[in-house]
């Protein structure tokens, strides 16, 4: 056997050397692209502590060490709890520990003078999963982009007031969540930067969802009541409101210019006033982070001013480049104001979203919200700001080259140093799940596979001139658990794509649940998974953000609009996705027809059937009758749209994150044909049982 190089003993295990790509093909990964991925991490400081930063376990694993010494020390133990243990240990004996609860408990070793610790993580052997799909039976709820919704009430992007009336429309027919968007925290100052996948801060929330309306300080303000008649403010409340794509920078104009008033007005409250007092409970409780996040986009919002081409921390002055700088400081101290004013719109959009989830209690919906983890930050945002060491600015993540994305995909995104979590006993992944966690039922992990592998682009190349880099999957997977388990919510993972069988039985034994999209549910070249084959510990779906609408994808617009942006390498490649498009309505018309969706009638039964109301509803009484636990509905479909929400693959070349309904939701729940739908689906969900 060939000895191993200095490379391949530094990547191994953590940098791939090869590939099985998405037709099946194995694919080399060049010397140059492990040395460049390689040199992007953290050196760590190995045998420098006798323990781990953590050590992780399943309950009922025999809770076993071996410390490297060279003489015997002393261990003392303490539990999450508080109990205590104490003992010596040998140089070369395993240090057996006493049996432990679920949960985070602390080891100190001192050795030769020196004290080390580690954190003892003790999980369940899965995530939590409701009551309600323990008992077998069958929900479905709504799935929304909250950005897209239109109404009556608000400023021309859909918002929390928006999601109360989401989720009492969905709770009254039936339904037993509302799925949401990633609300992450975006660029206030840099609006045009919409989208939820590429967000400032993971921790924090998007402050354009705030319902202005509904701010006390909103509603008791003389000035804001002035400001609200004015008449051209509702003329640019109007203006907002009739576009078809979400005009970011009005909208954003018009709540920052509407909830300076009700902040200045909330400044006046006394400090033992409940208000004022719920505020400063909530910015001690966020500590570095949320201070982190108000200072950066008091700062972001002062760079823009004086040069409308920053784009964020990276294009700042050296002096604002770290948040421990003294300028950093000075501002912190001269702009107080300011950040308070950040710092109290995260606290109103916690206040709202926790109102939603309280909602949701109310009606006793059995998941209620059910939120989408993005799967990183901007390269240039509040998080990546704090947080240098543990992200390498240097590369970004994406996917190979496959079937639906021929030229690969990068999506801009800095990856986390895999040797920096663990090196932080996992703070940060626990730090960031127990964000995600807060107020909701259920929670989509954006693209699973990164808990095994992260496909990582040097800064500069293509995408498809990237390797895959492991991560510690059992370690994430065991905390995961752990923080499912202790806020009651359930976990979808995102497993679309090219799924390595490695993380497949992994995720299932985790309790983590599957996303099953219809499009990509084709069984063979004649059929779709008949409904009784599709998995139960599994979400089903139309389409998603990224895909086409049902009417969309059966009249192959997306294929159209592909070629029109030049997002395919050539014709050939075009034609055969045309060709497997057709053959995919055919397989799809004969299963619903077998399925007893469809009646057999005849003008179905052609590869170009038209896409009608009947052919929609009948695809989604498909989708009702699967056996997935969970069934996600979007208003695209009740509504019959075309136009997509997203379009991977372009950053310019198309409005993402803009393109609205096509409807209010005044005009969408009182349409008869969406009540018989939605009462249909009710009906097939609940007979499953």
Known sequence: MKPKNHLDRAADGLIAPDYIDAHGRPQQVSTLTRERLLGLMQPQNAGASPLPPAAIFRQGEPLTLSPVLLSAASWQLTSEGGACWSGRCAAGETLTLPPLPDGYHQLTLEHEAQRYGC????APPRCYEPPALLAGESLWGSCIQLYTLRSAHNWGIGDFGDLRRMIDETARRGGAFVGLNPLHALFPAEPESASPYSPSSRRWLNILYIDVNAVPDFQQSEAARAWWRLEATQQALQAARRTEWVDYPAVTRLKLE??????????????????????????EAGGDSLLCQGLFDALHAEQRKQDGDSHGWQSWPDAFQHPDSAAVLAFRIEQSDEVRFYLWLQWLAARQFAACWQRCRQHEMAIGLYRDLAVGVARDGAETWRERELYCLEASVGAPPDILGPLG?????????????????????????????????????DHVMALLRLWWIPQGESAAEGAYVHYPVDALLAIL?????????????????????????????????????????????????????????????????????????????????????????????????????????????????????????????????????????????????????????????????????????????????????????????SDPAVDALLAAVDRGRKGMK
Request: net charge positive.
């Open 409 to 445: 995909q990068n999506w801009g995104l800095p990856p986390m140093d895999p040797q920096v979590m663990a090196a932080r006993a996992f703070e940060p992944w626990i730090t960031l799940l127990r964000a995600s966690m807060q107020d909701c039922g259920a929670l989509r992990i």
């Open 258 to 283: 509407g909830l300076r008033l009700a902040w200045q007005a909330f400044r006046l409250r006394d400090a033992d006033d409940a208000e004022a007092a719920a505020f400063e409970d909530f910015v």
């Open 481 to 669: 658990a752990l923080e499912s388990q202790r806020h009651r919510c359930m976990v979808i993972g995102e497993d679309l794509g090219t799924v390595p069988a490695a993380i497949v039985d992994k995720l299932r034994d985790a309790g983590v649940y599957s996303y099953k999209v219809l499009y990509f549910e084709q069984a063979s070249k004649q059929a779709f998974r008949a409904p009784g084959q599709w998995p139960r510990q599994a979400m089903a779906v139309a389409t998603t953000h990224d895909m086409p609408t049902l009417r969309g994808w059966w009249r192959s617009d997306d294929l159209r609009l592909g070629s029109k942006l030049g997002l395919y390498p050539d014709k050939d490649v075009l034609a055969g996705l045309y060709r497997d498009r057709q053959a995919a309505r055919k397989a799809l018309l004969q299963t619903l027809l077998r399925s007893g969706a469809l009646p057999p009638r005849r003008r179905f039964q052609r590869g170009g059937a038209r896409m009608t109301r009947a052919l929609s509803q009948a695809i989604l009484g498909y989708l009702a009758d699967t056996q997935s636990a969970l069934l996600g509905l979007q208003p695209e479909e009740w509504l019959d749209m075309t136009t997509p929400v997203n379009v991977p693959g372009t950053v310019d070349a198309w409005p993402n994150w803009r393109r609205k309904l096509s409807a209010t939701l005044e005009e969408m729940f």
């Open 119 to 122: 954190c003892v993580i003790v």
